[in-house]
Structures are given as C-alpha cells and as structure tokens.
C-alpha cells in the first residue's frame, strides 16, 4: 500500500543537498537552477529548512521566483540556527541566504528528530532529487530509494550528476549488481542525470529542466512490494505507511 496522493503536496519536490556551498560554482549554479525551475513549474520546493550552503541556494531561487517553500528541521538545528560553513569566497555565491519564512509562500515545520523530518519530507513529497552533498545527502536519497523497492512508497529518485559528483555512487550500484547484492532490475530505482560531456559547460547546464524532466519519466508500478506497510501488530490497518519506517 503506498501513500495517497492526498498526503503530499500538490507536485511537491522533495531536494536533498549539502549546507556546504562547495569547492566549485557549478554546486551553487546547479541548485539554483533547480530552485528556478521548481518555482517555474508550480511545484513546491521541500527542503531541510536550513539557509546556509546549495541547500540555502536552492530555497532561495525557488523563493525568487515566486515559487512555494516549505523547509522542515529539527528543532535541535532551529534552535541554534545554521552556521556558516568555511569556503572560497570567491565562488560568487553567499554562503547563507536569508528567506521570508513567514511569508504565505515560505513556510517552516520545526519537528522533533532527524528522522521525523525525514518522514515529513517524504509523504509530503512526490518525487526526490539529489544535489550534490555530504552523508545525510547520501542517508537521505539511500532511504527514500530503499522506501520504493521495498514497496513502502511508488515514487522517483533523481540524482543530478555535476560535474561527475555522483559517478562513484553510480559505479557502487553496478558493482553491487555484478556482485549479487543488488537485483539487476533495481538499477532503476534512482535515476541519475549527467550534464554536457565538457564539464566547463556543467555551470551554465540548465539542471533544472533535465531534473524535472527525469522525475517525468519515472513509470510507477515497476517496483511491487511484498510487504503489506498497512499491517499493525494489533491487527488494525493503516494508511499511513511511512509510519512502518
């Protein structure tokens, strides 16, 4: 049983990226376009909430152009605020950013835990893209991707390729196939975008186009759970499937 429509936002995108800015502009540019694009397509942008680093950037551009925000953090996090991370400054990109998180259009949910945010993020959102980050990026777009193969949801992952920065995960997967671990069909659970095959070219790359246009092609129903998430242990059901995580 996967989670109703009626759950997540009207097109919302989920996007996991680093609070870091990044050694390269191409990061930056990369989730700015993002950002664009999501605010161009009437979708909400669903992000973890903090102002500093591509993961400000990317909030930041969907603001800008009057796109709906919704940020989710720990109260842990908001509590203290976001630190600048340190970084070139000559990159040309602001390490924090500032939002109108009190506007009708950029809202925050303050939550508990690492992982009620998580869980927020996903039944909220319909798809999930991956920008460049560090290990909760990584943990982040693993779960969700784990969450559809094994049936706790139906819903797309897409990990934008800049500058080559996802190519070892991309090579993890295909040894993991060769190795057994990882069934052949499952190659599909995430997909991963590449940029122009000069990567001079990766920062003026229109990632946001080529992001939304990957999630566009996911076809649900290829993955079937076999596990009923709906199932307590008191015998009652459920439609909250993410509870089961």
Avoid at 94 to 105: C, I, N, P, Y
Avoid at 123 to 145: D, I, Q, S, W, Y
Avoid at 207 to 216: C, R
């Amino acid at each position: 049983m996967y989670i109703s429509s009626g759950e997540q936002g009207p097109q919302a995108i989920a996007v996991y990226c680093g609070s870091s800015i990044g050694k390269r502009a191409a990061y930056a540019k990369a989730a700015q376009s993002v950002g664009t694009a999501i605010a161009k397509s009437n979708r909400q942008l669903i992000y973890g909430g903090g102002n500093s680093g591509i993961m400000g950037t990317v909030a930041k551009a969907a603001a800008d152009g009057g796109g709906r925000v919704l940020g989710i953090i720990p109260f842990a996090m908001a509590k203290i605020g976001e630190r600048d991370k340190s970084v070139p400054e000559d990159l040309g990109v602001k390490k924090s950013v500032e939002l109108e998180t009190d506007s009708a259009k950029c809202q925050t949910i303050i939550v508990n835990s690492m992982h009620e945010r998580k869980v927020e993020m996903a039944k909220r959102a319909c798809g999930f893209l991956g920008l460049p980050g560090g290990f909760g990026t990584f943990e982040e777009v693993f779960e969700v991707t784990t969450w559809t193969q094994i049936g706790i949801h139906d819903k797309p992952v897409v990990l934008l390729n800049v500058l080559n920065y996802y190519e070892p995960i991309r090579k993890m997967i295909e040894s993991s196939i060769e190795a057994g671990f990882v069934q052949p069909l499952s190659n599909r659970l995430i997909t991963i975008v590449d940029g122009p095959k000069n990567l001079e070219e990766h920062e003026s790359f229109d990632w946001g186009a080529a992001a939304l246009g990957a999630l566009a092609s996911w076809k649900q129903g290829e993955f079937k759970s076999l596990f009923n998430w709906s199932e307590r242990l008191d015998g009652t059901q459920s439609d909250e499937t993410l509870a089961a995580t």
